[in-house]
C-alpha cells in the first residue's frame, strides 16, 4: 500500500502522516526532510542555492537516512549525523525552495524515494508525491488549510523549541515558499489527478486522522 500526502506548509502532512503509518506499522517517509538535509549541507559547504550542478552532486552523494528516535519519532540523519533539530533552522527554510527546484536534485531524491516506496508499505508525504514520485499511489491526499491557520501552526512547533516568531514574519515565510513552490517549472506543488483534497483549517488533528484512515480502510478491501 503507497499513501501519498502532498500539501502546502503547515498543512499537517507530517503529522498525519505519521500516525497513519503508526497505525499500520508502515514506513513513514519524510520527502521534506531528505531536501532539507540536502539544502543544509549545501549551505554548511559553501555550495549556493542556485548551483545545480553543485547541488546535484550533493544531493546524490549524500547519505540521507531515517532512524526511530527515542519517544518513536523520526530522526534526520546525514550520514552518521543527526541532523533533525538543524534542518528546521529559518536558514534552511528560506533556502530549501530554490534547493529543491533544480533537475539535478530532484532526480536524486525521487529516485532515493522510489527506491523506498518500492521495498512495501509507506506513507509519503511531500508536494509531488501523487503526481510524479508515486503516480500509481493506492491512496492520494492533498491536505491544505488556510495560511494564517498554518502560520500559527509552525508558529507553535517553534514555540515549543524555544524558538519565537511572530504571526506576521511566519505568514510571509510560509507564503513566500508555497509560491515558490507552486510555480516552479518541475514539479510544482498541485494537487495529484484523483487526490481527495482535505481543508483542516477547522479539523483536530484526530478528525484529519479518521477521515484519511477511512479512506484507507477502503482501499485495504
Ligand atoms: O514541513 P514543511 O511543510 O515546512 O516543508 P517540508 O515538507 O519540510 O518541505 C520543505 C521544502 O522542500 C518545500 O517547501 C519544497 O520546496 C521542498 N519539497 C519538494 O520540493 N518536494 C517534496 N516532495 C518535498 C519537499
Not at 549545501?42 to 552523494?61: S, V
Request: hydrophobic share 40%.
Amino acid at each position: 500500500m503507497i499513501v501519498a500526502i502532498d500539501g502546502p506548509a503547515g498543512a499537517g502532512k507530517s503529522t498525519i502522516s505519521r500516525l497513519i503509518a503508526g497505525r499500520h506499522d508502515w514506513t513513514y517517509l519524510d520527502t521534506g526532510a531528505m531536501y532539507r538535509a540536502v539544502t543544509l549541507l549545501a549551505l554548511e559547504q559553501g555550495i549556493a542555492p542556485a548551483d545545480g550542478e553543485e547541488l546535484g552532486l550533493l544531493a546524490r552523494n549524500a547519505e540521507i537516512g531515517f532512524q526511530p528516535g527515542p519517544d518513536g519519532s523520526p530522526q534526520v540523519f546525514a550520514g552518521c549525523r543527526d541532523v533533525t533539530e538543524e534542518i528546521r533552522g529559518r536558514d534552511v527554510s528560506a533556502c530549501v525552495s530554490e534547493v529543491s527546484a533544480h533537475r539535478s536534485v530532484r532526480e536524486a531524491l525521487v529516485e532515493k524515494q522510489r527506491s523506498i516506496a518500492a521495498a512495501g508499505d509507506v506513507v509519503m508525504d511531500g508536494r509531488d508525491i501523487g503526481t510524479v514520485v508515486c503516480p500509481g499511489a493506492d491512496v492520494k491526499i492533498f491536505l491544505t488549510a488556510a495560511n494564517r491557520e498554518r502560520a500559527r501552526r509552525r508558529r507553535l512547533e517553534l514555540a515549543q523549541k524555544g524558538v519565537e516568531v511572530s504571526q506576521e514574519q511566519m505568514e510571509r515565510d510560509i507564503a513566500a515558499r508555497d509560491d515558490y513552490d507552486s510555480r516552479r517549472e518541475l514539479a510544482p506543488l498541485k494537487a495529484a489527478a484523483g487526490a481527495v483534497i482535505i481543508d483542516t483549517t477547522n479539523m483536530t488533528i484526530e478528525q484529519v486522522v479518521d477521515r484519511v484512515s477511512g479512506i484507507v480502510e477502503k482501499q485495504l478491501k
